[in-house]
C-alpha cells in the first residue's frame, strides 16, 4: 500500500505544528529572538501572501541568493502555500556560474543579499527574464545600490508585510517545492527538479534514523542552499516538533561554544568541517555540551575517535545521500557506530545495488561498483533536470538512478562509500563542475585546451582542484598568478584552482573525449604550480 504524502509540505508541516504547538519555541537566528511555532506560521502566511500579491503565481521560480538569515525560511514557506518554486542559489555564484542557474529557471523575481547585487549587474545582460529583486530590510540601502539598467530593487520588508491571513492552499506532495543545482562534467550544473514529497522525505529520514523527538535542539551552520541544512536539518526539526538555532555560516573557532550556549542536542558535520574543529586548541570545557548525536560525514577511525574523546559524544551516525536521489541509505539508529559505513538501504522508500558501471549489472557482496538507486514511492525522488531532458535520460539509463558513486555492500547489508567514480570534483563540502572550470579558462586568449580534474596534494588529504592547459600555439606562457587573476573574478573561490599545470598535450579517446580518469591516476606533475605554496590568495568574494 502506497504512503499517505498527503501532509508532505513543508506549509501544511508547519501549520499543523502551530495548529498543536503554537507557543513551543521553534527557530532562532543566532542570538536573535526564538521563534514559536505560531510565529513562523504567521510569518509564512505574510511572506506567502506578500509573493501573491507580487503576481507569483503556482510554478513561478524565485530566485534566492542570502546567506543563511531567517528571510530565506520565510520565502521557503510562503512559497510552499502558493505553489511557487524556491531557487536556492550558491552564495559564491557569479559570472557564467550564476548566469546559467537565472537563463535555466527563468527567475523573474530574485531575493540577494546586497554583497552580490554587484555580481547580478555585471550579468545584467544576459539574465533577461530577471525584472525585480528584493533585498532583506535590515541591510537594504537604496543610496547605495549598483547602477541596473533594467532590474529594479526593492525593500523585502513589502513582501513580509503580507496580511496574516491563512492561505487555503491546492500544493500536494505532488508539485515541485524546490531547485537545487549539481555540477556537471560534460556539460553545465543541473537544476534538481525537487517534490514536496522528496524535501520532505530527506528531513523524514534524519529524524527516524537520528530519533528526533520535541525535547532535541538541532545546531545547523551549514548553508542553506544545500539539502544538509534546510532539509536533512531544519526540515527535520520541522517534522519532529523540537527546535533550532540556525548560525549565518560555520566558524570551527566557536562551533563547541555555540553548541554549548544554546543547549544543541544534534548537529551535522560534513567533510572537512571535522578537521577544522579537531584543529582548535582543545580547552577544558570542550565535553561541557548536550550533545546527544552527531551526523559526521565522512569520518575515519581516527576522526571519530577524536571527535568523541574531544567532546564526549556518546553516538555518531553517517548516510548515504544526494540531491537527487534523497537518503536512500541511512545508519539504523541502534546500529554501532563504524567509521565509513553508511548503514542499510531504507527499503521503505528505496532498491539499492551495487553494479558493474560498464553494464549495470549486480556485482556479488564486498565486490566495489557503482551505487545506483531507484525509489519505490512516487515523488520522493527528483522529478529531473529542469530543461535538460537529455541529462535526465542518461543518469537514469537502464531504469536506475546513477550516483556516480562507488561503494560495496558487505555481508550484512551494509554500505560502504568508497570514492567518485564520476568526473565531478567535490572539495571541502561542494560538488564543482569540472566543465563550468573549464569554461572560465578557455576563454582566456593563451589558452587553447584544458581540462580540470580533483587531484590529492598529500595521502588521504582532501581533493583540491588541478586545471592542465595546453596554450595556443606561439603564445607567451602566462605566469600562474595572473591566470588565476584573470579567472578568480568569474567563478565560485571554492572552484578555483588550487594547482596549475601546463602540458604538451591531454590524454584523450580515438573519439577526441578527453580521459581525465588518466590525469587523475597520474595524480600531480613535478612542474605544477601551487597557489597555496605560492601563497597566492582567493578572496572568498
Known amino acids: 500500500m502506497a504512503t499517505d504524502k498527503s501532509g508532505w509540505v513543508v506549509g501544511k508541516v508547519l501549520a499543523e505544528q502551530a495548529r498543536t504547538r503554537g507557543d513551543k519555541p521553534f527557530i532562532q537566528f543566532e542570538k536573535g529572538h526564538m521563534h514559536t511555532y505560531g510565529e513562523a506560521h504567521v510569518m509564512g502566511n505574510r511572506v506567502g501572501n506578500g509573493y501573491a500579491a507580487i503576481g507569483?503565481?503556482?510554478?513561478?521560480?524565485?530566485?534566492?541568493?542570502?546567506?543563511?538569515?531567517?528571510?530565506?525560511?520565510?520565502?521557503?514557506?510562503?512559497?510552499?502555500?502558493?505553489?511557487?518554486v524556491l531557487v536556492g542559489i550558491n552564495?559564491?555564484?557569479?559570472?557564467?556560474?550564476?548566469?546559467?542557474?537565472?537563463?535555466?529557471?527563468?527567475?523573474?523575481?530574485?531575493?540577494?543579499?546586497?554583497?552580490?547585487?554587484?555580481?547580478?549587474?555585471?550579468?545584467?545582460?544576459?539574465?533577461?527574464?530577471?525584472?525585480?529583486?528584493?533585498?532583506?530590510?535590515?541591510?537594504?540601502d537604496a543610496d547605495n545600490l549598483p547602477a541596473f539598467k533594467r532590474i529594479e530593487v526593492r525593500n523585502f520588508d513589502e513582501i513580509l508585510s503580507g496580511p496574516p491571513d491563512d492561505i487555503p492552499s491546492k500544493?500536494?506532495?505532488?508539485?515541485?517545492?524546490?531547485?537545487?543545482?549539481?555540477?556537471?562534467?560534460?556539460?553545465?550544473?543541473?537544476?534538481?527538479?525537487?517534490?514536496?514529497?522528496?524535501?520532505?522525505?530527506?528531513?523524514?529520514?534524519?529524524?527516524?534514523?537520528?530519533?528526533?523527538?520535541?525535547?532535541?535542539?538541532?545546531?545547523?551552520?551549514?548553508?542553506?542552499?544545500?539539502?544538509?541544512?534546510?532539509?536533512?536539518q531544519f526540515f527535520a526539526t520541522l517534522i519532529a516538533g523540537g527546535s533550532a538555532v540556525l548560525a549565518k555560516q560555520f566558524r570551527a573557532t566557536t562551533w563547541i561554544d555555540d553548541?554549548?550556549?544554546?543547549?544543541?542536542?544534534?548537529?551535522?558535520?560534513?567533510?572537512?568541517?571535522?578537521?577544522?574543529?579537531?584543529?582548535?586548541?582543545?580547552?577544558?570545557?570542550?565535553?561541557?555540551?548536550?550533545?546527544?548525536?552527531?551526523?559526521?560525514?565522512?569520518?575515519?577511525?581516527?576522526?571519530?575517535?577524536?571527535?568523541?574523546?574531544?567532546?564526549?559524544?556518546?553516538?555518531?551516525?553517517?548516510?548515504?545521500?544526494?540531491?537527487?536521489?534523497?537518503?536512500?541509505?541511512?545508519?539504523?539508529?541502534?546500529?554501532?557506530?563504524?567509521?565509513g559505513c553508511s548503514g542499510k538501504v531504507w527499503d521503505e522508500f528505496f532498491e539499492v545495488i551495487i553494479a558493474d558501471p560498464e553494464t549495470d549489472e549486480e556485482l556479488p557482496r564486498n565486490e566495489v561498483g557503482e551505487i545506483l538507486v531507484r525509489p519505490k514511492e512516487p515523488?520522493?525522488?527528483?522529478?529531473?533536470?529542469?530543461?535538460?531532458?537529455?541529462?535526465?535520460?542518461?543518469?537514469?539509463?537502464?531504469?536506475?538512478f546513477h550516483t556516480g558513486d562507488a561503494g560495496r555492500m558487505d555481508d550484512r547489508g551494509y554500505l560502504w562509500y568508497i570514492d567518485r567514480i564520476k568526473d565531478t570534483i567535490r572539495r571541502r563540502g561542494e560538488n564543482i563542475s569540472s566543465f563550468e572550470v573549464e569554461a572560465v579558462f578557455l576563454d582566456h586568449e593563451a589558452v587553447k585546451e584544458c581540462a580540470a580534474v580533483a587531484v590529492k596534494a598529500e595521502m588521504g588529504g582532501e581533493d583540491e582542484v588541478l586545471i592542465c592547459i595546453i596554450l595556443e600555439e606561439g603564445a607567451e606562457r602566462p605566469a600562474p598568478e595572473a591566470l588565476l587573476d584573470y579567472a578568480t573574478p568569474l567563478m565560485p573561490y571554492f572552484a578555483v584552482p588550487r594547482f596549475i599545470d601546463f602540458v604538451e598535450e591531454i590524454p584523450t579517446t580515438p573519439t577526441a573525449k578527453i580521459q581525465k580518469n588518466k590525469l587523475r591516476e597520474r595524480g600531480l606533475s613535478a612542474n605544477a604550480w601551487d597557489r597555496e605554496a605560492a601563497d597566492y590568495k582567493v578572496s572568498r568574494r
Open 91 to 140: 552564495t559564491a555564484l557569479k559570472g557564467t556560474f550564476l548566469t546559467h542557474v537565472l537563463t535555466n529557471t527563468q527567475a523573474r523575481v530574485g531575493v540577494f543579499e546586497p554583497e552580490f547585487l554587484p555580481w547580478l549587474a555585471d550579468i545584467e545582460d544576459d539574465v533577461v527574464d530577471m525584472a525585480v529583486v528584493y533585498v532583506p530590510g535590515d541591510v537594504y
Open 379 to 400: 515523488y520522493c525522488f527528483m522529478a529531473g533536470y529542469n530543461d535538460m531532458p537529455e541529462r535526465t535520460v542518461e543518469t537514469w539509463r537502464n531504469f536506475w
Open 56 to 84: 507569483i503565481a503556482f510554478g513561478d521560480n524565485v530566485a534566492v541568493m542570502l546567506n543563511n538569515r531567517l528571510e530565506y525560511l520565510w520565502s521557503w514557506f510562503g512559497l510552499s502555500r502558493i505553489g511557487g
Open 259 to 339: 553548541i554549548r550556549e544554546h543547549e544543541c542536542t544534534v548537529t551535522n558535520l560534513l567533510g572537512v568541517m571535522n578537521d577544522f574543529v579537531l584543529r582548535q586548541p582543545a580547552k577544558n570545557t570542550d565535553t561541557d555540551n548536550k550533545l546527544r548525536i552527531v551526523s559526521a560525514v565522512p569520518v575515519t577511525d581516527e576522526t571519530l575517535e577524536n571527535l568523541r574523546t574531544r567532546f564526549a559524544v556518546p553516538k555518531f551516525n553517517e548516510l548515504f545521500g544526494m540531491t537527487e536521489c534523497n537518503l536512500p541509505v541511512v545508519r539504523p539508529l541502534d546500529a554501532p557506530d563504524e567509521a
Open 171 to 232: 500544493v500536494t506532495y505532488r508539485d515541485i517545492g524546490m531547485i537545487m543545482f549539481t555540477s556537471g562534467t560534460t556539460g553545465p550544473s543541473k537544476g534538481a527538479l525537487m517534490p514536496h514529497g522528496h524535501l520532505y522525505l530527506f528531513g523524514h529520514a534524519m529524524e527516524t534514523h537520528l530519533g528526533l523527538t520535541e525535547d532535541d535542539h538541532y545546531y545547523i551552520c551549514m548553508p542553506l542552499f544545500h539539502a544538509q541544512a534546510i532539509m536533512m
